[in-house]
């Protein structure tokens, strides 16, 4: 089973650490960080690095596939013909196609979610519209054939222990839930929209643009570069 | 605010990347990644590339510090005299000494635990008593003076927010959760020992304890030597 987790500039690390985490616990897993070619990835906060581990090129039949989103740039990616064209070929013959937060927006810049009940970050479910899927603000995992997005950055963990259950049975998504001790007690109670009060709603959404409008320092580094990303990271 | 994460070789990502996801969103935060000398760092999965940005050394006056754990082995870090000499010296001046996981087993070698309450990853209760800590197996997250302490690597979502909530109120915590849709609803219900069957239970602790007893390629990385990590990561 060969779980490739796609790795992109600015994108958000807990969208593909989360289900990573539950991965990494299926017995015969292979896990592969892809981006374009192997290299440190710097992520939307400008300051955490995760390191990719092979190319498209040399990943072309992967399993599952599992795009994360981006609080800072998604446009990128989207825009990124070498992704959305190995995303394309690679989803013909995946068993599993996943996104978690604005990465279905990747998704549908590969023409994937045409037609498809999907779901996204909810500061991006409109913007599903453009791609001919027909978003589900209220729903944490959609299914639909072998397409499964996720909402915002967290319900990426619920993602992948959806997807453990169903190809590996119950019982191997409990001993996953329980090996990463998944027993959520949020100290406050505002993580969906329909939850919020309006004004953490309308605080979160200014920041959310804001972030958006002023990414910081993300850049791709060549592997080479490693020392001068540091500098750029302090 | 400064928060320092350490990373070390052989850490959990998740126990790391669940706090930093919240802690981002601090508007005046800056958050560091610490190790012994800036480099990536391999993960316990042995395929999980993480980046640290700073030093000990340059990193003497945190506000924050927190300890990740590790399902690989912990004991490397509790024997690691640079780390936690520079714990118990940064624990001095800190406002919150937070940990992960195994990670509270870091803080207990530095003396950190010594007559506290205290949780981490329920595998590892028992070893809070050799510490002097007095565990709390059934609390997700425990506060004692400045020490923060969290259950098994998912629960430092939750520490996070908690000390979110308690540094800069309520509403920032809500707007905090809102931008991580941090809405969880778990396909499975088995994410503590209380919840989980009795061949659940049993199988993740054989599990976990395999895992410590084979680490997969966890190795520190020297920052030059990047491109040689990844042929060992494949």
């Given at each position: 089973m060969q779980i490739?987790?796609?790795?992109?500039?600015?994108?958000?690390?807990?969208?593909?650490?989360?289900?990573?985490?539950v991965f990494r616990f299926i017995p015969d897993a292979e896990i592969?960080?892809?981006?374009?070619?192997?290299?440190?990835?710097?992520?939307?906060?400008?300051?955490?690095?995760?390191?990719?581990?092979?190319?498209?090129?040399?990943?072309?039949?992967?399993d599952i596939?599992?795009?994360?989103?981006?609080?800072?740039?998604?446009?990128?990616?989207?825009?990124?013909?070498?992704?959305?064209?190995?995303?394309?070929?690679?989803?013909?013959?995946?068993?599993?196609?996943?996104?978690?937060?604005?990465?279905?927006?990747?998704?549908?810049?590969?023409?994937?979610?045409?037609?498809?009940?999907?779901?996204?970050?909810?500061?991006?479910?409109?913007?599903?519209?453009?791609?001919?899927?027909?978003?589900?603000?209220?729903?944490?995992?959609?299914?639909?054939?072998?397409?499964?997005?996720?909402?915002?950055?967290?319900?990426?963990?619920?993602?992948?222990?959806?997807?453990v259950?169903?190809?590996?049975?119950?019982?191997?998504?409990?001993?996953?839930?329980?090996?990463?001790?998944?027993?959520?007690?949020?100290?406050?109670?505002?993580?969906?929209?329909?939850?919020?009060?309006?004004?953490?709603?309308?605080?979160?959404?200014?920041?959310?643009?804001?972030?958006?409008?002023?990414?910081?320092?993300?850049?791709?580094?060549?592997?080479?570069?490693?020392?001068?990303?540091?500098?750029?990271?302090?």
């Amino acid at each position: 089973m060969q779980i490739a987790i796609i790795l992109y500039p600015g994108m958000t690390a807990l969208d593909a650490v989360g289900p990573y985490e539950v991965f990494r616990f299926i017995p015969d897993a292979e896990i592969r960080f892809v981006s374009n070619t192997p290299q440190p990835i710097i992520t939307d906060s400008g300051v955490l690095v995760m390191g990719s581990t092979h190319s498209y090129d040399e990943t072309p039949n992967s399993d599952i596939v599992l795009v994360p989103g981006s609080s800072a740039d998604t446009t990128t990616a989207m825009a990124d013909r070498k992704l959305t064209e190995w995303l394309k070929k690679v989803h013909e013959t995946s068993k599993l196609t996943l996104s978690v937060c604005s990465g279905a927006l990747v998704l549908g810049a590969a023409g994937i979610l045409e037609g498809h009940p999907a779901t996204t970050h909810w500061i991006a479910q409109k913007a599903l519209y453009s791609f001919g899927a027909e978003p589900r603000r209220d729903e944490r995992v959609v299914k639909s054939g072998k397409i499964i997005t996720g909402a915002g950055v967290s319900a990426g963990i619920d993602l992948a222990l959806s997807v453990v259950k169903e190809l590996y049975g119950q019982e191997r998504a409990e001993i996953i839930q329980l090996l990463i001790e998944y027993d959520p007690r949020p100290p406050v109670d505002a993580g969906h929209p329909a939850k919020a009060s309006a004004s953490v709603y309308k605080i979160a959404k200014e920041e959310m643009l804001q972030a958006a409008k002023n990414p910081r320092n993300i850049i791709s580094v060549p592997a080479i570069l490693w020392r001068k990303a540091l500098k750029k990271l302090r």
